[in-house]
């Protein structure tokens, strides 16, 4: 049995292919070869097309989804602008495109539907330089801007939707000119570029683009995606090929089997000892470690696009578009031969670029060049140059919010949006704002929007409001703005309406010598240049003699009393007290020339006052119809005084008799339990104006946290406040909101505001743009920024509804008149008069 499998094998093995090779080579290639040419000629007509079809099917549909995938993730891109801050850390780049390794999405994720890429964008037009970067919509808002402001500390970001850097669409009458190509590697991607520079290598990219003309605009674009899986394993196949020294390429390597040996780093071996290149040999050693150096990190496919374009007219004929053309690659020469600075192992070599518009615009990376961080942080980064011309910078370094601080909701006032990170609202409880809140800003950089938010929040929430407004845009933007149901408490004082205004009498109060006082300190304030000590004696006796008169007392009748005998001499008969009487005496005394003489510096104050009708219908118009304590618990008093109307002092005058008496009304609230204290507020525009009292303005600020009043103060600059007065808000007026301040103010303010917020941060801080540090739960909170809001659109026809409801308060408030006890009328010597 044994002898008979042996002799089947044997015969199976005479019969095998092999035998037939062994015997006669060339006749089984030829069987072979004829067998092949027997199926092609059968098959080949049908196979052949369908083959082509399969493989043209196979580019054709890779090509159509992977541009859809790109529309896709393009769909809701956005560009966010990069504000660098005034020192930018070199290591920020490398800092940011390993935050941004996190964009990889999973790997069967990336077979279906791609992997999205970012593009780091140096836009130049003859405005300067703009450092941008684009994001697909899938990237998650505000992850790039966090990695961005974290990267580089104090740089500011600004999101917009994604337009192409150069329009795609021309003017009437114009075309689009453009020239642009792309900078690809030389040598095989395993071979790093340069990537360490004693200097900023991006200094000759900003510099090539300088003197664009109005028309022009030039853009160079590093698209950028992190890879990894089969793309990285093809860059370290590349990188043994290279190491190994054979090509990397599918050419190269067709080459090296018909010349084999020619490409080989080390000649082959031989019966002689090789001589040794070490010129050579220290290159591939170089080699060699950069090669692994390179492969070590996390690795981005890229690539990179350039293009200039200019407007021409529509009609231009070629032979005139040439030098325009001309001059267009010109530019577009000096802009790629500033990426030869990175040449090193590896260089750029330029690539036509067709539709260079198109292309840039478009913004797809198809495939690119394998760059390690380093080499891509070297290429797109922020510049660290201080002094690039045309780099728009940030002002100054965001700083977010401590954990704690307010952000919306009821019993929260509005202060604006975190410019640091993920925005979000931030604002001041009610309860912290009674510690009072100090607004300090040039003009035009934001205090009026932000104190008409507040101002808003507080009439919508029901809590009592007093504004004094000396410019009365603030006034007028509230009052268009307004909810109607709140018409009928609003109390508006307009210095520029022609209707009745409200009577608030300056000599009506329970504590006569408290209301004296409060009116002889803010005319001595607001006349401090030409007062005496004669010109006060004569305005305190004089309001202290109109007090004791029956009836409501009046600015008006103080003239008369000065100046009319036979109206003074009425007014004495009612006096009891022995000084005033003893002051009236000597006044009598005096002859006509010394009495003129004596009360002309008073005499001239009060004409110049009393001479306004808006004055004298406001201040003296008899009897007050408006009541202070009703406007604290829930009433809204607007007080406009027009500059350009009144004159600075009787502004100054009027807005500080209106604070005496809320601060009168607010002190009347001890006798109120304090539970039942409602919360009021008092805006004061340019307060250095208005705060003209006989009561120490640290004292009123550290009171009025009991009664339940907060007070916001603003104005422009710290010098504008006497030294004392400065001091006590400094110090009382405990949560500060700080606009972009002068030099010398923000070495002042600083103090506040260090470390987080430096002098510089203070004196370069944008429009609508804050330094805030503001109290949280009675403690002073960390400094930050933000961004204050816009006021919400006007209302149409608003402010003139207020207007006509709030007439009502203009009437005299009923009085109950004594139904017991009814006392004889004294003789009043105004009546007489």
Request: proline share 8%.
């Given at each position: 049995?044994?002898?008979?499998?042996?002799?089947?094998?044997?015969?199976?093995?005479?019969?095998?292919?092999?035998?037939?090779?062994?015997?006669?080579?060339?006749?089984?290639?030829?069987?072979?070869?004829?067998?092949?040419?027997?199926?092609?000629?059968?098959?080949?007509?049908?196979?052949?097309?369908?083959?082509?079809?399969?493989?043209?099917?196979?580019?054709?549909?890779?090509?159509?989804?992977?541009?859809?995938?790109?529309?896709?993730?393009?769909?809701?891109?956005?560009?966010?602008?990069?504000?660098?801050?005034?020192?930018?850390?070199?290591?920020?780049?490398?800092?940011?495109?390993?935050?941004?390794?996190?964009?990889?999405?999973?790997?069967?994720?990336?077979?279906?539907?791609?992997?999205?890429?970012?593009?780091?964008?140096?836009?130049?037009?003859?405005?300067?330089?703009?450092?941008?970067?684009?994001?697909?919509?899938?990237?998650?808002?505000?992850?790039?801007?966090?990695?961005?402001?974290?990267?580089?500390?104090?740089?500011?970001?600004?999101?917009?939707?994604?337009?192409?850097?150069?329009?795609?669409?021309?003017?009437?009458?114009?075309?689009?000119?453009?020239?642009?190509?792309?900078?690809?590697?030389?040598?095989?991607?395993?071979?790093?570029?340069?990537?360490?520079?004693?200097?900023?290598?991006?200094?000759?990219?900003?510099?090539?683009?300088?003197?664009?003309?109005?028309?022009?605009?030039?853009?160079?674009?590093?698209?950028?995606?992190?890879?990894?899986?089969?793309?990285?394993?093809?860059?370290?196949?590349?990188?043994?090929?290279?190491?190994?020294?054979?090509?990397?390429?599918?050419?190269?390597?067709?080459?090296?089997?018909?010349?084999?040996?020619?490409?080989?780093?080390?000649?082959?071996?031989?019966?002689?000892?090789?001589?040794?290149?070490?010129?050579?040999?220290?290159?591939?050693?170089?080699?060699?470690?950069?090669?692994?150096?390179?492969?070590?990190?996390?690795?981005?496919?890229?690539?990179?696009?350039?293009?200039?374009?200019?407007?021409?007219?529509?009609?231009?004929?070629?032979?005139?578009?040439?030098?325009?053309?001309?001059?267009?690659?010109?530019?577009?020469?000096?802009?790629?031969?500033?990426?030869?600075?990175?040449?090193?192992?590896?260089?750029?070599?330029?690539?036509?670029?067709?539709?260079?518009?198109?292309?840039?615009?478009?913004?797809?990376?198809?495939?690119?060049?394998?760059?390690?961080?380093?080499?891509?942080?070297?290429?797109?980064?922020?510049?660290?140059?201080?002094?690039?011309?045309?780099?728009?910078?940030?002002?100054?370094?965001?700083?977010?919010?401590?954990?704690?601080?307010?952000?919306?909701?009821?019993?929260?006032?509005?202060?604006?949006?975190?410019?640091?990170?993920?925005?979000?609202?931030?604002?001041?409880?009610?309860?912290?704002?009674?510690?009072?809140?100090?607004?300090?800003?040039?003009?035009?950089?934001?205090?009026?929007?932000?104190?008409?938010?507040?101002?808003?929040?507080?009439?919508?929430?029901?809590?009592?409001?007093?504004?004094?407004?000396p410019k009365g845009d603030l006034v007028a933007d509230v009052l268009m703005r307004l909810p109607a149901r709140l018409g009928e408490k609003v109390v508006l004082f307009d210095a520029d309406s022609?209707?009745?205004?409200?009577?608030?009498?300056?000599?009506?109060?329970?504590?006569?010598?408290?209301?004296?006082?409060?009116?002889?300190?803010?005319?001595?304030?607001?006349?401090?240049?030409?007062?005496?000590?004669?010109?006060?004696?004569?305005?305190?006796?004089?309001?202290?003699?109109?007090?004791?008169?029956?009836?409501?007392?009046?600015?008006?009748?103080?003239?008369?009393?000065?100046?009319?005998?036979?109206?003074?001499?009425?007014?004495?008969?009612?006096?009891?007290?022995?000084?005033?009487?003893?002051?009236?005496?000597?006044?009598?005394?005096?002859?006509?020339?010394?009495?003129?003489?004596?009360?002309?510096?008073?005499?001239?104050?009060?004409?110049?006052?009393?001479?306004?009708?808006?004055?004298?219908?406001?201040?003296?118009?008899?009897?007050?119809?408006?009541?202070?304590?009703?406007?604290?618990?829930?009433?809204?008093?607007?007080?406009?005084?027009?500059?350009?109307?009144?004159?600075?002092?009787?502004?100054?005058?009027?807005?500080?008799?209106?604070?005496?008496?809320?601060?009168?009304?607010?002190?009347?609230?001890?006798?109120?339990?304090?539970?039942?204290?409602?919360?009021?507020?008092?805006?004061?525009?340019?307060?250095?104006?208005?705060?003209?009292?006989?009561?120490?303005?640290?004292?009123?600020?550290?009171?009025?946290?009991?009664?339940?009043?907060?007070?916001?103060?603003?104005?422009?600059?710290?010098?504008?406040?006497?030294?004392?007065?400065?001091?006590?808000?400094?110090?009382?007026?405990?949560?500060?909101?700080?606009?972009?301040?002068?030099?010398?103010?923000?070495?002042?303010?600083?103090?506040?505001?260090?470390?987080?917020?430096?002098?510089?941060?203070?004196?370069?801080?944008?429009?609508?743009?804050?330094?805030?540090?503001?109290?949280?739960?009675?403690?002073?909170?960390?400094?930050?920024?933000?961004?204050?809001?816009?006021?919400?659109?006007?209302?149409?026809?608003?402010?003139?509804?207020?207007?006509?409801?709030?007439?009502?308060?203009?009437?005299?408030r009923n009085t109950p008149e004594p139904t017991e006890n009814v006392q004889p009328v004294a003789f009043d010597p105004r009546r007489a008069a």
């Amino acid at each position: 049995m044994f002898a008979a499998h042996s002799v089947v094998a044997q015969a199976g093995i005479l019969a095998s292919p092999v035998q037939d090779y062994l015997r006669d080579p060339g006749g089984a290639v030829r069987v072979v070869v004829t067998a092949l040419r027997d199926v092609v000629v059968s098959w080949g007509p049908v196979a052949g097309p369908v083959l082509v079809l399969v493989v043209a099917g196979i580019v054709v549909g890779r090509r159509w989804w992977a541009r859809r995938c790109h529309d896709r993730m393009a769909a809701d891109a956005r560009v966010v602008t990069v504000l660098a801050p005034p020192t930018v850390d070199p290591d920020g780049a490398a800092a940011l495109y390993s935050n941004l390794v996190g964009l990889l999405r999973p790997g069967w994720r990336r077979r279906i539907h791609g992997q999205p890429h970012i593009v780091w964008e140096y836009v130049f037009s003859h405005a300067g330089v703009a450092l941008r970067l684009w994001l697909p919509g899938v990237v998650p808002p505000g992850m790039a801007e966090r990695a961005i402001e974290a990267a580089w500390p104090g740089a500011h970001t600004r999101t917009t939707p994604g337009r192409p850097p150069i329009p795609l669409s021309s003017p009437p009458g114009k075309a689009v000119e453009a020239v642009g190509g792309e900078l690809r590697l030389a040598r095989t991607e395993a071979l790093p570029i340069r990537s360490d520079f004693p200097a900023d290598p991006v200094r000759a990219l900003l510099g090539a683009p300088v003197g664009l003309a109005t028309h022009e605009r030039a853009v160079v674009q590093i698209l950028a995606r992190p890879v990894t899986g089969a793309r990285v394993r093809t860059a370290r196949r590349a990188a043994r090929r290279a190491r190994a020294g054979t090509s990397t390429t599918v050419a190269g390597r067709l080459l090296d089997l018909l010349t084999p040996h020619t490409g080989s780093r080390t000649p082959r071996a031989t019966a002689k000892k090789p001589v040794v290149d070490h010129q050579t040999s220290l290159e591939t050693s170089a080699q060699d470690r950069v090669i692994v150096t390179k492969q070590r990190g996390s690795q981005y496919e890229t690539r990179i696009r350039y293009a200039i374009a200019t407007l021409v007219p529509d009609h231009t004929p070629s032979a005139e578009r040439v030098p325009v053309r001309e001059h267009l690659r010109g530019r577009g020469h000096a802009i790629a031969s500033t990426f030869a600075a990175y040449s090193e192992h590896n260089y750029y070599r330029r690539v036509r670029l067709p539709r260079p518009v198109q292309a840039v615009a478009e913004r797809r990376l198809t495939s690119g060049d394998l760059l390690s961080i380093p080499e891509l942080a070297a290429l797109a980064h922020v510049p660290t140059d201080e002094a690039v011309p045309g780099l728009q910078r940030a002002g100054a370094k965001a700083v977010p919010p401590p954990p704690g601080i307010a952000t919306e909701g009821p019993g929260v006032k509005p202060i604006g949006i975190t410019d640091s990170g993920h925005s979000r609202p931030v604002g001041l409880r009610v309860a912290d704002a009674r510690h009072h809140l100090h607004i300090l800003g040039a003009t035009g950089s934001g205090k009026s929007e932000l104190m008409g938010r507040m101002i808003l929040d507080d009439a919508d929430a029901g809590r009592g409001l007093v504004v004094i407004d000396p410019k009365g845009d603030l006034v007028a933007d509230v009052l268009m703005r307004l909810p109607a149901r709140l018409g009928e408490k609003v109390v508006l004082f307009d210095a520029d309406s022609r209707a009745r205004p409200p009577v608030l009498n300056p000599l009506e109060g329970a504590d006569t010598a408290r209301t004296v006082d409060n009116l002889v300190s803010i005319f001595s304030h607001v006349y401090a240049s030409s007062w005496g000590p004669r010109t006060e004696d004569i305005l305190r006796s004089g309001l202290l003699t109109l007090r004791e008169l029956p009836g409501t007392p009046t600015l008006t009748d103080l003239p008369k009393l000065l100046t009319v005998p036979a109206f003074r001499h009425r007014a004495l008969e009612q006096i009891s007290d022995d000084i005033l009487t003893g002051f009236w005496t000597w006044y009598d005394d005096l002859s006509d020339a010394s009495r003129a003489q004596v009360v002309a510096p008073l005499m001239n104050k009060l004409r110049g006052l009393l001479l306004r009708p808006f004055v004298r219908a406001s201040l003296a118009g008899g009897e007050s119809t408006v009541d202070m304590d009703a406007v604290l618990d829930g009433g809204i008093c607007l007080v406009r005084l027009g500059k350009d109307a009144l004159g600075m002092d009787t502004a100054r005058l009027i807005g500080s008799i209106v604070v005496a008496r809320t601060w009168q009304a607010a002190t009347r609230r001890a006798r109120i339990p304090q539970r039942d204290r409602r919360d009021a507020s008092l805006y004061i525009d340019e307060c250095h104006n208005f705060l003209n009292l006989a009561y120490p303005m640290e004292d009123m600020l550290a009171e009025a946290r009991g009664y339940r009043m907060s007070m916001t103060l603003a104005h422009q600059y710290l010098r504008q406040l006497p030294r004392e007065l400065e001091e006590g808000i400094s110090t009382n007026a405990r949560s500060k909101i700080i606009f972009s301040a002068s030099p010398e103010d923000a070495r002042h303010l600083a103090r506040h505001t260090a470390p987080r917020l430096s002098e510089h941060d203070l004196a370069n801080l944008g429009r609508f743009h804050i330094a805030a540090r503001l109290v949280l739960d009675s403690e002073e909170a960390p400094p930050f920024t933000a961004v204050t809001e816009k006021l919400p659109p006007a209302i149409p026809g608003r402010a003139k509804e207020i207007r006509r409801l709030a007439r009502v308060n203009t009437e005299p408030r009923n009085t109950p008149e004594p139904t017991e006890n009814v006392q004889p009328v004294a003789f009043d010597p105004r009546r007489a008069a």
